[in-house]
C-alpha cells in the first residue's frame, strides 16, 4: 500500500508541479521582462534543457524515486535562473547589436561556469551518503547542471540570435534598488548585529535537528493511505515489522540435555520419565528433541512479553505465541517433553507455515517479530537502543548473540547515516565553494564576504526546521545542500558584477549599480524560484510539502543575505 500511493504521488506530483511551476514562471518572466520574445526564448532554453536530461537519465536507467521526483521542476528553475542572469545582461548592455550577444555570452560566460560548478559541489555532497536513491539524485541534478550550462551557452544565444532585437527602452522595474542601497548605507552595523545574533540563535535549532519520523505522518490525514495506516495501527497490530533473532549455542557434550538416569528412565531438563511412554519415532531426531528447555523457552518469552508491553508495539509474533495456543487446546501448560513430542509429531507443512517463521531448530535460532504501531509518537532509536539493551543485560550462558533488525531498523540506520553524512560534508561543501570564491574573485576578502551569506542562508533554515521540532526526512534533509548551491549562484553574480562597477566607483555608487543590474537578476530569479517551489505545498505527499516551504523560504533568506548582508558586508570592511 505504501509503496503504491508513494509512486501514484510522486507521478502525479511530476506532472502537476511541472505544469504549475511552468505558468507561474511565465508569468513571472513576462512581469520581469515586458516582451514575449525572451519568455519564449528563456522557457525553451530551459524546457529545451529539462527534456535532454529526461532522456540521459532514461538512457543510463537511473530510477526517479520519491526524492528526486521534483528534479524536473528543480533543474527547470536553476536553469531558467541562469537565463534571466544572461538575458538581464543582454538587454542592459548598451552596445552594436550585431555584437551584443558575443559580448554578453563572453562576459557571462565564468560566472555561469562557476555557479554551475559550485552547485554541483553542493549536489555533489549527495553521493557522499551510502542510500542509492540519495545518490541517484545527485547524479540526476549534477547531470542537469552540465546540460542546463551547455543549454544557456547554445540554445539561448541562437534562439536570441534568431529572433529579431528590436529597439527597446531598457526600463527597470526594481523599484527597491534605493530602497536596498538605503539600508544598507544608514543601518548596516544593525544588520551585521541582527544576522549575527540569528545565527548564533540558529545554532541551537540546529543541535535540536533530529530524522525521527513516522511512515504514516508523511501523507496528509485525509488521504486513503493515512486512514488505511491508522486503521492497521488501531485494529490489526500495527504497521512497521521489527525482528528479534537469537541465535543459541550449540549444544556440547559438557551439557547433558538428555540422558538416562536408570533403566528405562530418561531425564528431559531436569524431569525423569519412563521411556515406555515415549513412541521410537521421537527420538529419530535427536537435535529436535533435546532442543525445548525451560531456560530457552523462557529467553523468548520474556523477550516477547518484553515487547508486548512497550506501548509503539502492537502484535507480537513468536513461538510462545504457538505455544499459548497449545496450552489453550491441552486446556492446561504443555509440558517440555510434551513440546517436544509435539514438534516431531507436527506434518512438514505445517512445521513450514507456522513453525519456521519462528523457530528453525536445525540451525538453533528463534525469532521473535513484532509491528510497530506507527501513528504512535514513536521515538524508532530509543525504541531500538532500549531493545538492544535490555537484550545485553538478559543474556546468558545458552545464547550466542541476538539481532535486531527489521523494516523499522533500516530505516533508522538509513537516516542517521544520512543525517550525519549530510551535516557533515556541509563543512567540506563550504571550503571548496570557498575556494572556488579566491580563484574566481582572486580576493580572500571579497570571499570570506561572499561565502557568509551562504553559511548564514543554510543555518537559518537548519535552525527553524529545528526549533519547530520538524523531523527531518528523506527529501528535507537535502534543502541544506539546495540553499547552498543556488544561494551561490546568486552571490556569484552579484559580487562579479560589483567587481566590474568597483573599478570606476567609489563604494556605494558600485552597490547601487550592482542592485541595478545583478541585483534585479538576484530579486527576480530568488521570487520566482520561491513561488516554483511553493506550489509543491499542494501535494499530498508530506515530505514533498515541507520540501516545498522550507526551500521557498531558503531562497529568500538567500536572497535577502545577496542583497542585505553583502552590502553591508562591504560597507563594513570598507572594500575598495
Not at 270 to 280: A, H, K, M
Not at 377 to 406: A, C, H, M, Q, T
Amino acid at each position: 500500500m505504501f509503496a503504491s500511493d508513494v509512486i501514484d504521488f510522486v507521478k502525479k506530483d511530476i506532472i502537476t508541479f511541472s505544469i504549475s511551476v511552468t505558468l507561474i514562471i511565465i508569468l513571472v518572466l513576462f512581469y520581469i521582462f515586458k516582451q514575449i520574445k525572451y519568455v519564449f526564448v528563456c522557457l525553451l532554453s530551459s524546457i529545451y534543457a529539462v527534456f535532454v536530461v529526461f532522456g540521459v537519465i532514461s538512457f543510463f536507467q537511473i530510477e526517479v524515486t520519491a526524492i528526486s521526483s521534483n528534479f524536473s521542476a528543480l533543474i527547470f528553475i536553476l536553469s531558467i535562473s541562469m537565463n534571466i542572469h544572461i538575458i538581464n545582461y543582454y538587454r542592459l548592455l548598451k552596445i552594436n547589436p550585431e555584437i551584443q550577444i558575443k559580448t554578453t555570452f563572453s562576459k557571462m560566460f565564468w560566472p555561469c561556469f562557476y555557479t554551475s560548478l559550485t552547485t554541483i559541489v553542493a549536489f555533489g555532497s549527495l553521493l557522499l551518503t551510502d542510500i542509492k536513491p540519495i545518490i541517484d539524485f545527485g547524479i540526476i541534478m549534477i547531470i542537469s547542471l552540465i546540460v542546463s550550462f551547455i543549454c544557456s551557452f547554445s540554445i539561448l544565444p541562437l534562439l536570441l540570435y534568431i529572433i529579431p532585437n528590436k529597439k527597446q527602452t531598457s526600463k527597470n522595474i526594481f523599484i527597491f534598488k534605493d530602497f536596498f542601497s538605503s539600508l544598507t548605507n544608514d543601518f548596516f552595523k544593525i544588520i551585521i548585529f541582527i544576522t549575527s545574533l540569528s545565527f548564533i540563535l540558529s545554532i541551537g535549532g540546529i543541535l535540536k535537528l533530529n530524522v525521527e519520523n513516522s511512515f504514516i505522518n508523511y501523507f496528509k490525514k485525509d488521504t486513503e493511505i493515512y486512514k488505511g495506516m491508522k486503521l492497521i495501527d488501531n485494529e490489526l497490530g500495527g504497521t512497521t515489522p521489527l525482528d528479534v533473532v537469537i541465535n543459541f549455542k550449540q549444544l556440547d557434550d559438557s551439557i547433558i540435555i538428555e540422558q538416562e538416569i536408570n533403566e528405562g528412565d530418561i531425564l528431559i531438563d531436569d524431569e525423569i520419565y519412563d521411556d515406555s511412554i515415549f513412541d521410537d519415532s521421537i527420538f529419530e531426531n535427536e537435535q529436535n528433541n533435546t532442543w525445548f528447555t525451560k531456560e530457552k523457552l523462557k529467553i523468548i518469552s520474556d523477550i516477547h512479553y518484553y515487547l508486548d508491553n512497550r506501548k509503539e508495539v502492537g502484535k507480537v509474533q513468536s513461538v510462545i505465541s504457538l505455544i499459548e495456543l497449545a496450552n489453550l487446546i491441552n486446556q492446561k501448560p504443555l509440558e517440555i517433553f510434551e513440546l517436544s513430542v509435539l514438534y516431531n509429531e507436527i506434518p512438514q507443512d505445517y512445521k513450514e507455515n507456522l513453525i519456521y517463521p519462528y523457530l528453525l531448530v536445525d540451525h538453533n535460532m528463534a525469532k521473535i517479530t513484532a509491528r510497530i504501531k506507527d501513528s504512535e509518537n514513536i521515538n524508532r532509536k530509543k525504541l531500538i537502543n532500549d531493545l538492544k539493551n535490555y537484550l545485553d543485560n538478559n543474556n546468558n550462558s545458552s545464547v550466542e548473540n541476538f539481532k535486531v533488525n527489521g523494516l523499522l531498523v533500516l530505516y533508522n540506520n538509513m537516516l542517521d547515516s544520512l543525517f550525519n553524512s549530510q551535516i557533515k560534508s556541509l563543512g567540506f561543501v563550504i571550503i571548496i565553494i570557498f575556494l572556488m570564491f579566491i580563484i574566481l574573485f582572486k580576493s580572500i576578502k571579497l570571499s570570506i564576504i561572499g561565502i557568509i551569506p551562504n553559511i548564514f542562508a543554510s543555518s537559518f533554515i537548519l535552525g527553524i526546521i529545528g526549533y519547530l521540532s520538524i523531523p527531518l526526512d528523506i527529501m528535507t534533509i537535502t534543502i541544506a545542500a539546495i540553499t547552498i548551491g543556488i544561494a551561490v549562484d546568486n552571490t556569484i553574480h552579484y559580487l562579479y558584477r560589483f567587481k566590474e562597477f568597483n573599478k570606476n566607483n567609489k563604494l556605494m555608487e558600485s552597490i547601487k549599480l550592482t542592485n541595478s543590474s545583478a541585483g534585479l537578476a538576484v530579486l527576480t530569479t530568488s521570487i520566482t524560484i520561491a513561488m516554483g517551489f511553493s506550489i509543491l505545498c499542494f501535494s499530498n505527499f508530506i515530505p514533498t510539502v515541507l520540501f516545498g516551504i522550507f526551500t521557498s523560504l531558503a531562497m529568500i533568506f538567500a536572497m535577502l543575505g545577496v542583497m542585505i548582508l553583502i552590502p553591508s558586508l562591504l560597507k563594513f570592511f570598507k572594500y575598495e
